[in-house]
């Protein structure tokens, strides 16, 4: 069974373009949670989606990000305008359901910023 | 979620038990204590969990006291790849209100060096 699955690992950006992070699930797990770490610092929450619904975006940043987990296909984070403090490493996790003890990470995409 | 405090940082010798301590004195009664760990790099890796009751797995075990405001995660023979940052936390199961939806509020940590 294939773990958390995130691409690409390593992302490059320009400051103004646009950086498109995609996170698919566990088979079977319907419930994706992204994450972002900034240089030494701890994770720190973004969002929390649903098949094509969100759930809680109380960590997301109010401008240029936005998240959606589609019927098909996997999960998205997208930032637009990047600017150099969105350099981080970018986590998904899924888990099945609402109630699941473990949430599974992927390995994670680091974005930099130049 | 409740608050969780961790030593900043610990030394284990290789093949020794390495106890890591967390305090939750604020812990709800609904609340599990989660363990998770992150390896330079790594996404984190769950370790174990548990409500009220002392919790054995492959990877280590969890020691809760009986008023739930402390908890201690053993690895009990630690190896040079258990090195990293672990991550006690302490949330409820499952979505229980608009601010409590299963998200994993991560602290500082404890960073954990084993040394042969």
């Known amino acids: 069974n294939a773990g958390v699955m995130q691409n690409p690992r390593h992302l490059v950006r320009r400051r103004g373009q646009e950086a498109r992070l995609r996170c698919s699930p566990m088979k079977g797990h319907s419930h994706v949670y992204w994450y972002r770490q900034l240089p030494e610092e701890g994770l720190k929450f973004m969002v929390y989606?649903?098949?094509?619904?969100?759930?809680?975006e109380s960590g997301m940043p109010k401008e240029r990000f936005s998240a959606e987990f589609p019927k098909e296909g996997p999960s998205i984070l997208r930032i637009q305008q990047v600017v150099r403090g969105d350099s981080a490493a970018y986590f998904c996790a899924s888990s099945p359901d609402t109630h699941s003890y473990e949430q599974y990470f992927g390995p994670g995409t680091r974005l930099t910023v130049t | 979620d409740a608050k969780t405090t961790q030593p900043t940082s610990m030394d284990c010798a290789e093949g020794r038990a390495a106890n890591l301590p967390c305090n939750h004195s604020?812990?709800?009664?609904?609340?599990?204590v989660y363990w998770y760990r992150q390896i330079h790099s790594q996404g984190p890796q769950y370790i174990i969990h548990g409500l009220k009751n002392n919790e054995t797995n492959e990877m280590a075990s969890l020691i809760i006291t009986e008023d739930r405001k402390s908890s201690t995660l053993i690895l009990p023979h630690a190896t040079l790849r258990d090195t990293a940052v672990y991550y006690c936390i302490v949330r409820a199961r499952g979505v229980t209100s608009s601010s409590n939806t299963g998200k994993l509020i991560f602290g500082q940590g404890t960073t954990l060096q084993v040394k042969p």
């Open positions: 989606l649903q098949k094509e619904n969100i759930i809680d």
């Open positions: 604020t812990i709800s009664g609904n609340e599990y």
